[in-house]
DNA sequence: CTGAAAGCGCTTACAG
DNA sequence: CTGAAAGCGCTTACAG
């Protein structure tokens, strides 16, 4: 099924069809009307390879996320976060075309396909993984991308990202457990730059003398054995700083069942605000990233650059904000 | 770029040049080299729009969830699934494009758009939500789909269907609670097929006289409100099935608000095995769905389709099993 | 308001 | 082993 047959069907060509089918004014009202009554009746789709080769354009946005050896696991704020970003993506009648990249090897191409290859109008590239060399290897084919959630560094100055304030979210943390009242303090964090500067700002609000426990990866296994095998030294402390939710959780499991009890003998808060934060026992602490405002401005901003609408590199900086809860 | 410009620069036409990239015996040894070189250098990428327009093939899968007004909330257990599926498709060098479906309102663009308008090669269906003249309008313009856990109804055997024995689970479901002693028990359930299948094999298993507590929807929160509210009517049974993971932990968590003991007061079996069930505390027993082998099957049998090996509609059950822990 | 021509960047089929 | 022709299904640009 093709234009061409419609225009046999009604009796015209096949460009006054195509016409008819994006709502040109240059088509006779009454044509347009026969031409739209097939086209329904045969059920007819337009073919958007062939369309996207006349017009360059695909109608589907790609959703690029940080995985294989940057992170074992897909983190669950990430995935909701791509929710999100996919259901925004859809209302502006768009498809998401999602896969994952690693800029641990330095293998471009992750980054730079889906455009290469045309599949995709733009590129939303999610995490705080992404390098320079990756956004300059994607800015030297297009313009068409932004960057949600890298790290605030000089060189992010030449691209468009949706930053949220990771070393703010530290601060807040620190300020937290302060309010609560707790002395002996604590971070417990993955090793990754990300959380680097959420620990920048945990530091730079309560000073640097502060312990640090370090998780080998992001998983709550982890985060729950670390808990399990050092409780006896964490309880030194009254106060703890985890790095993300799923830690924070893993951690908080793993001293509840040591016999440990949280928040009285040891505060804990955690960073994302994923939705078990608020499910757990005791219900966690957090820093929340506002991830529906992210998901919300990608989607404009990326439907801005494929319009060619301001395609200047511009930064915005979502704040996040603590959630208490009953963990601290 | 493109592949006329690579021929000029070799010296060849840019035919010689399609077919050294796509690896045909039929081009000189020497002639592939200098072709792979040049494209190399010019970090050439094959426009996949143009490719598929003449081929009619794009490499890329799409993958279908049950949204919108079928499920307010992307499950968390179709969001894993989707995520293993997602990664199955890749490894065979596929890309996935991931949109909602809604059968709710009998319009059925949802499920055939990406394959009419040849966005992709086939079609992953996920849900028990998908309706036979669903199915069958798929059926009307493709071979090339399967259906990830769809119902067992009559008119599934017309289509490839990849099944998890839903009814199965339910009877396990009760199995474990007599095992555990439970004599009083009760289901809690949300108003959909699905859980009707579920429930259909609890009682297969342990007689049809078992109140029935209705959920108003899938959410943490209404099933958390209902154990909230009718707590005390709950603690007249000693034993609940509660038909998905994320229900039965809202459940649990009124329960424990109320200061009603689980598993001592009142036994609880969930359904899905989502993460977050064994990190729940107590930690959650429940049906666990072999997401894995479905997803590694899934992306197996859609590429078979694709390759136009064995299309006769096929059925593949996949057996649920208990996982023992703490709330039964 | 309508249509014939040319082109988007590939591949298939055929001729050499 | 190589290349000119034709075509995939659209749209853009131009002529009427």
Not at 45 to 63: D, K, Y
Not at 83 to 93: F, M, P, Q
Not at 151 to 158: F, G, S, Y
Request: include cysteine.
């Amino acid at each position: 099924m093709n234009i061409r047959r419609i225009a046999k069907l009604v009796g015209t060509s096949h460009m006054t069809v195509s016409r008819a089918l994006n709502n040109s004014p240059l088509v006779a009202e009454e044509t347009r009307k026969r031409v739209l009554e097939v086209a329904e009746s045969l059920g007819y789709q337009i073919n958007a390879g062939a369309r996207g080769l006349a017009t360059g354009l695909t109608t589907t946005i790609g959703i690029l996320y940080p995985y294989h050896r940057l992170r074992e696991v897909e983190s669950w704020y990430t995935s909701q976060l791509m929710h999100d970003i996919r259901s925004a993506l859809w209302k502006h009648g768009f498809d998401s075309m999602i896969a994952g990249y690693d800029t641990a090897d330095h293998n471009l191409s992750d980054i730079t396909r889906l455009m290469a290859q045309k599949k995709v109008d733009g590129l939303i590239v999610i995490g705080y993984e992404v390098t320079a060399e990756a956004l300059e290897a994607l800015a030297s084919i297009t313009h068409r991308y932004i960057a949600v959630n890298p790290p605030r560094m000089p060189w992010m100055n030449a691209h468009t990202g949706l930053f949220i304030d990771q070393e703010l979210g530290g601060a807040l943390a620190a300020q937290t457990l302060r309010s609560a009242g707790r002395i002996r303090v604590a971070v417990a964090l993955e090793p990754t730059p990300q959380f680097e500067t959420r620990h920048t700002g945990f530091i730079r609000e309560i000073g640097d003398d502060v312990p640090v426990f370090h998780l080998p990866d992001g998983t709550y296994r982890a985060a729950y054995d670390l808990a399990v095998e050092r409780g006896t030294e964490l309880t030194r402390f009254d106060g703890l700083f985890v790095g993300s939710d799923i830690s924070a959780l893993g951690v908080m499991n793993g001293l509840l069942d040591r016999g440990i009890r949280v928040p009285e003998e040891i505060a804990i808060v955690g960073f994302d605000d994923i939705e078990w934060a608020r499910y757990a026992r005791p219900a966690l602490t957090t820093v929340h990233q506002p991830r529906r405002e992210v998901a919300a401005a990608a989607a404009e901003r990326i439907m801005a650059l494929v319009q060619d609408a301001g395609d200047d590199p511009m930064s915005t900086v979502f704040q996040p904000r603590v959630i208490a809860r009953e963990s601290c």
